[in-house]
């Protein structure tokens, strides 16, 4: 039976036998966790009421967001996946699995939706059609633009530290100084940074930059055409939230209204980058002194691409308006170019956001950018740049992706 879920999954997985079980065995966490099963040996390592494993905050759609699935728990069982499948399951979930392979396969329904969740960054973040599935190449450039903005934060301070190669460490270590940290911090900078996530989906950029910097030095807004996506983002956020409640996070001192629970406040609205007037975006965001950071995962593949190349895991199942966009994929760019320089990046202060002497040398050293772009790929490096220099932005660069591929267009004033 097990070696039939294989073969049937092949097709959806470029006929990769080891990616084929590895979406087998996510759909046996998946039926485990929302069935609420217990296929333990007497240790009970594999229980859903482990708190490891089970810690439901949301349900919904009767899907568990769980906070954690652990997948050493089913090692710690010493049962294989075939074993679970083929001597533990009952009938109706050896049905069920049937289903969603056949969903899976028949449908090309993306493994994301069936599962409900997605790692992004340190988050699990909850995956709902039509709103797009966060990508891990996103994910990647938003590690790095973390790193590089902890630096920004760090200025003036040598009790505080953050190296995202060393979560544990980073937890102990933040527990102890956030605190104190934060007290010094903002009684000397009153001002927040202020990041705006155009185009936000899942809310997956915004709500990670959220959980990362260090608490209260941000002000992170994100703003979206679509209502499946707000309501999404919004889901995250409150999840998010009810899960760093659940930790016991120390968040004290944050000021932040709403019962948000955080490290940064984030607020979503709903708006068109594209059509909307200047006053209707600037209202959104009540800043007086404007943005420091425009991030954007904007639509940007091209109408023929689109019609010709997509693959149907994603033209059937994520919505259009969250991939396709006109001038070769660029239309989003250019706009938000146009409105990062002329309207919405902080301008007073020559650009800075709080008057540390230091912040120009970190930010040259760093190479922080006020405005980071995911692009398709190198066909589209020239067209953008060249709305960057229309703009009079004065510093670009590139950022590549794991595989070479150039993924994002950074740049400053
Ligand atoms: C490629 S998705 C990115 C989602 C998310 N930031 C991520 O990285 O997973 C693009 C998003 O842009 C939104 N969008 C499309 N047209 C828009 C417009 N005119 N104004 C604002 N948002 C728009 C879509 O609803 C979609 O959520």
Redesign the pocket.
């Given at each position: 039976m097990y070696q039939r879920f294989i073969r049937q999954l092949l097709p959806k997985c470029s006929h990769n036998v080891i990616q084929a079980k590895q979406e087998i065995k996510w759909l046996v966490f998946y039926i485990n966790n929302k069935y609420n099963n217990n296929y333990s040996s007497s240790n009970n390592n594999c229980s859903s009421s482990n708190n490891n494993y089970n810690n439901i905050n949301y349900i919904d759609n009767n899907i568990n967001y769980s906070d954690n699935i652990n997948l050493n728990d089913y090692n710690n069982n010493n049962l294989s996946i075939k074993e679970i499948i083929e001597k533990k399951f009952s009938e109706k979930e050896r049905e069920i699995l049937n289903e969603l392979i056949k969903e899976r396969v028949e449908q090309s329904k993306p493994l994301q939706y069936i599962l409900g969740t997605q790692p992004f960054c340190d988050l699990e973040i909850i995956t709902k059609p039509p709103?797009?599935?966060?990508?891990w190449e996103?994910e990647e450039w938003t590690y790095q633009l973390i790193t590089k903005l902890n630096h920004l934060f760090s200025i003036n301070n040598n009790n505080y530290k953050y190296n995202n190669d060393d979560k544990k460490y980073n937890k102990k270590y933040n527990k102890k100084y956030n605190k104190k940290y934060n007290k010094k911090y903002n009684k000397k900078y009153n001002k927040k940074y202020n990041i705006l996530?155009?185009?936000?989906?899942?809310g997956?950029?915004a709500l990670s930059l959220a959980n990362s910097l260090p608490p209260n030095t941000c002000q992170i807004y994100g703003?979206?055409?679509?209502d499946d996506?707000l309501s999404l983002a919004n889901l995250n956020l409150a999840n998010l939230n009810n899960n760093n409640n659940n930790n016991n996070h120390d968040n004290n001192d944050n000021n932040n209204s709403n019962n948000n629970k955080m490290n940064n406040q984030v607020k979503f609205s709903k708006?068109?980058?594209?059509?909307s007037s200047i006053e209707e975006i600037k209202s959104l965001f009540n800043e007086d002194d404007g943005i420091d950071l425009i991030v954007?995962?904007?639509?940007?593949i091209s109408p023929m691409e689109y019609n010709n190349n997509l693959d149907p895991d994603v033209k059937l199942w994520e919505?259009k308006?969250?991939?396709m966009a006109n001038d070769d994929g660029t239309e989003?760019h250019n706009r938000i170019a146009y409105l990062a320089s002329n309207y919405l990046l902080r301008r007073n202060n020559n650009n800075k956001f709080h008057d540390d002497e230091n912040q120009e040398i970190i930010i040259k050293k760093y190479q922080i950018p006020q405005l980071v772009m995911?692009i398709g790929g190198s066909h589209q490096v020239e067209k953008v740049i060249h709305y960057l220099n229309k703009y009079h932005f004065g510093w670009t660069q590139i950022w590549k992706d794991a595989t070479g591929k150039e993924r994002c267009i950074v740049a400053r004033l």
């Amino acid at each position: 039976m097990y070696q039939r879920f294989i073969r049937q999954l092949l097709p959806k997985c470029s006929h990769n036998v080891i990616q084929a079980k590895q979406e087998i065995k996510w759909l046996v966490f998946y039926i485990n966790n929302k069935y609420n099963n217990n296929y333990s040996s007497s240790n009970n390592n594999c229980s859903s009421s482990n708190n490891n494993y089970n810690n439901i905050n949301y349900i919904d759609n009767n899907i568990n967001y769980s906070d954690n699935i652990n997948l050493n728990d089913y090692n710690n069982n010493n049962l294989s996946i075939k074993e679970i499948i083929e001597k533990k399951f009952s009938e109706k979930e050896r049905e069920i699995l049937n289903e969603l392979i056949k969903e899976r396969v028949e449908q090309s329904k993306p493994l994301q939706y069936i599962l409900g969740t997605q790692p992004f960054c340190d988050l699990e973040i909850i995956t709902k059609p039509p709103v797009l599935i966060p990508r891990w190449e996103t994910e990647e450039w938003t590690y790095q633009l973390i790193t590089k903005l902890n630096h920004l934060f760090s200025i003036n301070n040598n009790n505080y530290k953050y190296n995202n190669d060393d979560k544990k460490y980073n937890k102990k270590y933040n527990k102890k100084y956030n605190k104190k940290y934060n007290k010094k911090y903002n009684k000397k900078y009153n001002k927040k940074y202020n990041i705006l996530d155009i185009c936000t989906g899942s809310g997956c950029i915004a709500l990670s930059l959220a959980n990362s910097l260090p608490p209260n030095t941000c002000q992170i807004y994100g703003i979206d055409i679509s209502d499946d996506a707000l309501s999404l983002a919004n889901l995250n956020l409150a999840n998010l939230n009810n899960n760093n409640n659940n930790n016991n996070h120390d968040n004290n001192d944050n000021n932040n209204s709403n019962n948000n629970k955080m490290n940064n406040q984030v607020k979503f609205s709903k708006l068109d980058i594209l059509q909307s007037s200047i006053e209707e975006i600037k209202s959104l965001f009540n800043e007086d002194d404007g943005i420091d950071l425009i991030v954007s995962n904007p639509p940007y593949i091209s109408p023929m691409e689109y019609n010709n190349n997509l693959d149907p895991d994603v033209k059937l199942w994520e919505d259009k308006c969250a991939l396709m966009a006109n001038d070769d994929g660029t239309e989003f760019h250019n706009r938000i170019a146009y409105l990062a320089s002329n309207y919405l990046l902080r301008r007073n202060n020559n650009n800075k956001f709080h008057d540390d002497e230091n912040q120009e040398i970190i930010i040259k050293k760093y190479q922080i950018p006020q405005l980071v772009m995911e692009i398709g790929g190198s066909h589209q490096v020239e067209k953008v740049i060249h709305y960057l220099n229309k703009y009079h932005f004065g510093w670009t660069q590139i950022w590549k992706d794991a595989t070479g591929k150039e993924r994002c267009i950074v740049a400053r004033l």
